[in-house]
């Protein structure tokens, strides 16, 4: 864990260093249709096996909720209840009814299986796959009986990072993809949500916001930073909801939960296929909003097309080469090795990196 907690410190001053010195801005107005669309689709595809690991603990779960997220929010994101109404207007009587159904089809899917979960738990009904092993037991492998109810989390409680020079490659992999990901976080959501294209100034705020959270984070001893989310955004397209209050609120949560174990392992409570259906669900727009990019590109051109089609192949099969031993890098440095290792088997890397390359170098 020390070296792991290095390794998020070190990616943390990177990203620092990345929005300080404004390269994240400058990356982002040198970024076309022709770098996000096939960014974007290869971060949506690039979790199906996440997902598909997932709902394999139950695929009934998965799908119920998958039902659910895609009926309120698609076949009822119209559908207006009286009751839940806001005022029009400052000094107004007048009331406007909201869309609730779409505002909460991903909070009352997920509410509402996780409930019939416990309750077929509770009666001893068997709602896992037929074969239940430690992937199904997962989700209940990590509870802890006797958590305290509040532990004001503070530097060094887990040791010290630890910093060598393996610690230090992995870090400058971990805050290259992280600021990739940034970036089409911060797209993807002006996006999704019809608002004006976002400054370069702002994103390179927003990476610097995340790196010093990086920062603390691993000072504090967690195997994490943080980082931008991909389901977080798409879910911002599902409900339609792009208010910073639900960001506020979002993070006091966070922060309640961090200060209380014994309310943080309720999260270990929740089955991994109500993971699975969330990240189908969610991940799916990425994918969408990817496509709906290629609107912008004279697709008849065989220049796009080739660096369309050789960028995402290519971020498809050089992580697939590398999970097959024993392929693997050697060029006599292991930190290096590590750096490289870690930075190709990241299909949004390989898909935003070769499609920018291509794309300023190639006429036309």
């Known amino acids: 864990i020390p070296q792991v907690s290095g390794a998020v410190v070190v990616s943390g001053l990177f990203q ?57 929010s698609q076949h009822l994101g119209s559908c207006r209840l009286p009751f839940c109404a806001l005022p029009q207007a400052r000094g107004c009587s007048t009331e406007l009814s909201v869309p609730t159904l779409r505002t909460f089809s991903v909070l009352f899917p997920f509410a509402g299986v996780c409930i019939i979960c416990a309750i077929l738990s509770h009666l001893h009904i068997p709602w896992k796959s037929p074969n239940p092993g430690s992937l199904a037991r997962l989700s209940w492998a990590n509870s802890t009986l006797h958590a305290p109810w509040v532990r004001i989390p503070y530097a060094g409680v887990w040791r010290w990072p630890l910093f060598t020079p393996r610690t230090l490659a992995v870090g400058i992999a971990m805050a290259i993809g992280c600021s990739m990901n940034l970036v089409g976080c911060y797209v993807l959501c002006g996006r999704l949500l019809r608002a004006p294209i976002l400054p370069p100034h702002a994103c390179n705020r927003g990476l610097c916001m995340e790196g010093l959270g990086s920062l603390l984070a691993g000072l504090l001893g967690t195997p994490g930073g943080t980082a931008a989310s991909i389901a977080n955004t798409c879910t911002t397209g599902l409900t339609q909801v792009g208010s910073r209050l639900s960001v506020q609120i979002s993070a006091v949560a966070c922060m309640v939960l961090g200060m209380s174990p014994r309310l943080a392992e309720l999260l270990t409570r929740i089955p991994l296929a109500v993971h699975g259906g969330l990240l189908s669900v969610t991940y799916a727009v990425a994918v969408g909003m990817g496509i709906s990019y290629f609107q912008y590109v004279d697709i008849n051109s065989g220049r796009n097309i080739f660096i369309v089609g050789f960028a995402m192949f290519m971020a498809l099969l050089v992580p697939r080469w590398f999970s097959i031993p024993p392929a693997h890098l050697a060029t006599g440095w292991v930190s290096l090795d590590l750096l490289f290792f870690s930075l190709l088997m990241v299909p949004v890397f390989l898909t935003g990196f070769l499609s920018f390359f291509l794309e300023n170098t190639i006429s036309g």
């Open 16 to 72: 620092l260093v990345l929005g300080v010195s404004g390269l994240c801005g400058w990356a982002v107005r040198h970024c076309g249709p022709m770098v996000l669309a096939p960014s974007l689709s290869i971060i949506g595809l690039s979790a199906y096996k996440e997902a598909a690991f997932f709902c394999s603990t139950s695929w009934g779960v998965a799908l119920l909720l998958m039902f659910l997220a895609v009926t309120f």
